[in-house]
Structures are given as structure tokens and as C-alpha cells.
């Protein structure tokens, strides 16, 4: 069952035109609107305030070139942007879309033409349909063959915050990032992490080192300041198996289900260094 996905959308651009540096939001609307063509009740689901959104999406990537505070986008050149899902349902209504549909979103623009999606890494690097039973599965073995490292390396590739008492905090802190991820874990996985008591397990990581830095986004309605880059997170070499495995197990996660706020509107976008 795949209940893990990042499925890569592109968009060519018929003619010149330009977009903000923070675009997510504008991608996302067009998401909604093409889901809603023949997913109503998943739209209407996802409308809900109170429902935890089970994906995350990135900006646009490419050759982009920024200046005057939009980004510019010559005739000719394709782009792409990643969708995740965490959610068996989710994940099958955009397959099912993607197949009755044959073209993905279509943002305001109608100079961005809509291309090929793309769901597998042969077809696109960041493109990969996967399960919790498969990483759970792919760890397990990694385990057997050797024992596995007390820490873990994750690049954080778009700016990346946490609120705390309602500000904006973009640093790396370790009960946050892995805070964030136990929590969508527990929530979207048939499988527990292998560790009885969480809270002692997020407590036992540490920040090893860190290379960041830090910028301001404009979502339009308000702004953010998150950080980008590359952090190791480190586990005591005393703790048991069990917690290096869950460390493992939620550095692999991270590339579907993002880390911190606004992770719908480009923020939050990591993966695990190799």
C-alpha cells in the first residue's frame, strides 16, 4: 500500500512571465482548484481548519532569477515542484486525478502550461512513491547489516520555523524538529516508532552541528524567518538499538512529511543527508 509519496509536478512557460519568490501559495490554490474537479469531498476535507493536512508543497525550482522581488521566467524553460502525502487516501485521489486529468494544476497564470508528473526517482530525483512499511522495512535491514550510526544528517532546502508563543523560531532545535516529526508520525502511521516512551527518546537527540542560515519569506499575508542548511542530529552512543532505529526511521520520514510551519506553503522542505 503506498501511504508515502513525492510526486513532482512541471510547468513550462509559454511565453515570459514572473512570480513571486514565495510561490507555494499560489501552486497551492491551483492544487485545490484541480482536486476539486473531481475530488470534492477531499477538497472539502482539506478546507476544514481543524483537519491536520497530510502533505506538504514546495516553491518552484529551476534556473530562477530573482529581481526586484519577483522571480523571472523566460519563454521556453520548465520548471517543477514536489507534492508529498503521508496518507494512503490522499495519495490515491491524486493518483486518480492525475490519471483522469492528464495534465497537473494550472495556476492563474495561463503562461505556465501545465507538463508531465512524475512518481518515481528514475523518472524525477525527488519523485518517489514509498510506504511505512517500506522504510520501516529498508532501516530494519540496514540494522542487521551493520549497527546503526547514533546520528543523523538532514539538509533543510527551504527556509524552516517553529512557533513558539506565537513567534517565529528558525533554528534547528532538536525537540522541535524531531517533536514535529514523532507527532506526524504517530498520526499518519498504521506502524509505531519502536521506542515506549517518545517523550524520553526526542529529549535524548542532540544537535551535533549545524551550517545555516536564515532568511525572511513574504507569504503575502504575513512574513517568516526560517533557516536553510545542514544540521546533524546526534543520539548518546549508550542509547539502545531501538531509539537509533527511530532516529533513522523519522530522518527517512522527513522527506514526506517536511518539518515545522507552513510546510503547505513551501516552508519546511528537508531530506536526510546521506
Not at 513532482?8 to 509559454?14: G, R
Not at 476539486?36 to 530562477?64: F, I, K, M, W
Amino acid at each position: 500500500m503506498t501511504d508515502l509519496a513525492s510526486i513532482v509536478f512541471t510547468l513550462t512557460a509559454s511565453a515570459d512571465t514572473k512570480l513571486p519568490p514565495a510561490n507555494a501559495r499560489i501552486l497551492h490554490g491551483a492544487l485545490l482548484r484541480w482536486l476539486e474537479r473531481d475530488q470534492t469531498e477531499l477538497v472539502a476535507l482539506l478546507h476544514d481548519a481543524n483537519y491536520q493536512r497530510p502533505y506538504t508543497l514546495s516553491d518552484l525550482h529551476g534556473c530562477l532569477e530573482e529581481k526586484n522581488g519577483w522571480l523571472k521566467i523566460p519563454q521556453g524553460e520548465t520548471y517543477w515542484y514536489r507534492l508529498t502525502g503521508i496518507e494512503a487516501h490522499f495519495i490515491q485521489c491524486l493518483l486518480t486525478s492525475m490519471r483522469q486529468q492528464k495534465a497537473g494544476p494550472q495556476p492563474d497564470d495561463p503562461k505556465l502550461v501545465p507538463g508531465p508528473a512524475f512518481v518515481l526517482p528514475e523518472e524525477h530525483p525527488s519523485a518517489q512513491l514509498s510506504s511505512f512499511a517500506q522504510i520501516i522495512e529498508g532501516v530494519r535491514q540496514q540494522s542487521q547489516r551493520r549497527e546503526l550510526s547514533p546520528s543523523v544528517a538532514l539538509r533543510f532546502d527551504s527556509p524552516t520555523c517553529f512557533i513558539e508563543n506565537k513567534q517565529a523560531l528558525p533554528l534547528p532545535v532538536p525537540r522541535f524538529v524531531f517533536g514535529y516529526l514523532t507527532n506526524k508520525w504517530q498520526l499518519a502511521s498504521p506502524v509505531a516508532l519502536p521506542v515506549e516512551d517518545v517523550q524520553h527518546f526526542v529529549e535524548s537527540i542532540h544537535l551535533s552541528y549545524a551550517r545555516i542560515e536564515t532568511r525572511i519569506v513574504d507569504l503575502q499575508k504575513y512574513k517568516r524567518t526560517g533557516f536553510t542548511g545542514e544540521c546533524r542530529f546526534a543520539l548518546h552512543p549508550a542509547r539502545p538499538e531501538n531509539y537509533r532505529q527511530a532516529l533513522h526511521l523519522l530522518a527517512e520520514f522527513a522527506f514526506f512529511s517536511g518539518v515545522g510551519s507552513h510546510t503547505t506553503m513551501g516552508l519546511g522542505q528537508a531530506r536526510q543527508k546521506r
